[in-house]
């Protein structure tokens, strides 16, 4: 049994109106006994929309802590990156004593997949290759996170039952070389399926893809935010792991991985 979310927002993100103090409750109640917050920065959101107020998250925190001695509660952060921005994402994440960093691409051109007119622009097809290319920028600029968040999240948002990873290998395959040749993680985040993709990710093909390439560093996270959404199908998330090849799964604790057997 998967016993930690490695990816949970609460109100303390900007697209998250769950009180932290109900999420620990709805995420006690589903099993879990580790919990790691990783609310969202996002430095040069349109209209600063998701700058995080550290001090404060970190603060509610610590009062959080002591009521429930018997849940591990983490410390982290969802970055998004863009990669002129990592001299300030690296003065960022030196401030601050994370548990885990998560680095995602949320924005590609200065535009979120999220809405239409991205892919009005793109097109499907171009639209997810100009992600996956800003991924390999980004992890070219900065490599201060631990694991690489939702790698193809773009596809939610797409013509998702045409994507065949086959179509992007070549330039997956330098993202994950590239993220084994770091010593950094993916995470099996399973809001594919909450979303209805038939798959959680990213899809099962790339997971596979990554095992053999040597990865080894894999966290899994519901990416919720709300209490029904945490730990989101984890059940399906161990099946998931063992079909891509994994005994195991990550937690980080002070930015450290230590691998738990499923």
Same mark, same amino acid.
């Given at each position: 049994?998967?016993?930690?979310?490695?990816?949970?927002?609460?109100?303390?993100?900007? $697209?998250?109106?769950?009180?932290?103090?109900?999420?620990?409750?709805?995420?006690?109640?589903?099993?879990?006994?580790?919990?790691?917050?990783?609310?969202?920065?996002?430095?040069?959101?349109?209209?600063?929309?998701?700058?995080?107020?550290?001090?404060?998250?970190?603060? &509610?925190?610590?009062?959080?802590?002591?009521?429930?001695?018997?849940?591990?509660?983490?410390?982290?952060?969802?970055?998004?990156?863009?990669?002129?921005?990592?001299?300030?994402?690296?003065?960022?994440?030196?401030?601050?004593?994370?548990?885990?960093?998560?680095?995602?691409?949320?924005?590609?051109?200065?535009?979120?997949? =999220? =809405?239409?007119? =991205?892919?009005?622009?793109?097109?499907?097809?171009? @639209?997810?290759?100009?992600?996956?290319?800003?991924?390999?920028?980004?992890?070219?600029?900065? $490599?201060?996170?631990?694991?690489?968040?939702?790698?193809?999240?773009?596809?939610?948002?797409?013509?998702?039952?045409?994507?065949?990873?086959?179509?992007?290998?070549?330039?997956?395959?330098?993202?994950?070389?590239?993220?084994?040749?770091?010593?950094?993680?993916?995470?099996?985040?399973?809001?594919?399926?909450? =979303?209805?993709?038939?798959?959680?990710?990213?899809?099962?093909?790339?997971?596979? &893809?990554? &095992?053999?390439?040597? @990865?080894?560093?894999?966290?899994?996270?519901?990416?919720?935010?709300?209490?029904?959404?945490?730990?989101?199908?984890?059940?399906?998330?161990?099946?998931?792991?063992?079909?891509?090849?994994?005994?195991?799964?990550?937690?980080?604790?002070?930015?450290?991985?230590?691998?738990?057997?499923?």
């Amino acid at each position: 049994m998967i016993t930690a979310d490695h990816h949970t927002h609460t109100f303390v993100s900007t $697209d998250s109106d769950q009180p932290m103090e109900g999420a620990i409750k709805a995420m006690k109640a589903k099993g879990l006994r580790t919990v790691c917050f990783t609310e969202h920065m996002d430095m040069d959101y349109p209209d600063g929309e998701f700058i995080l107020d550290t001090a404060d998250y970190l603060r &509610r925190l610590n009062e959080l802590r002591p009521q429930f001695p018997d849940m591990e509660l983490l410390f982290g952060v969802e970055l998004g990156l863009m990669d002129y921005l990592a001299p300030r994402l690296r003065e960022y994440v030196r401030q601050w004593d994370f548990d885990f960093v998560i680095g995602s691409s949320h924005l590609v051109d200065g535009v979120d997949p =999220y =809405y239409p007119e =991205y892919f009005a622009q793109y097109g499907d097809y171009n @639209g997810i290759l100009r992600y996956f290319e800003s991924i390999l920028a980004n992890i070219a600029a900065f $490599d201060d996170f631990d694991v690489y968040g939702h790698l193809d999240y773009v596809v939610r948002y797409s013509g998702a039952k045409s994507y065949r990873p086959a179509d992007y290998a070549d330039i997956l395959d330098e993202i994950l070389k590239k993220l084994v040749s770091m010593g950094k993680g993916i995470e099996l985040n399973t809001a594919g399926l909450k =979303y209805g993709l038939g798959w959680a990710h990213p899809h099962p093909e790339v997971l596979r &893809r990554y &095992r053999e390439l040597g @990865g080894e560093i894999i966290t899994v996270g519901s990416d919720g935010h709300k209490a029904e959404h945490y730990a989101w199908e984890f059940d399906s998330a161990e099946d998931i792991l063992r079909a891509a090849g994994f005994t195991h799964y990550t937690v980080f604790r002070k930015r450290k991985p230590e691998f738990v057997k499923i």
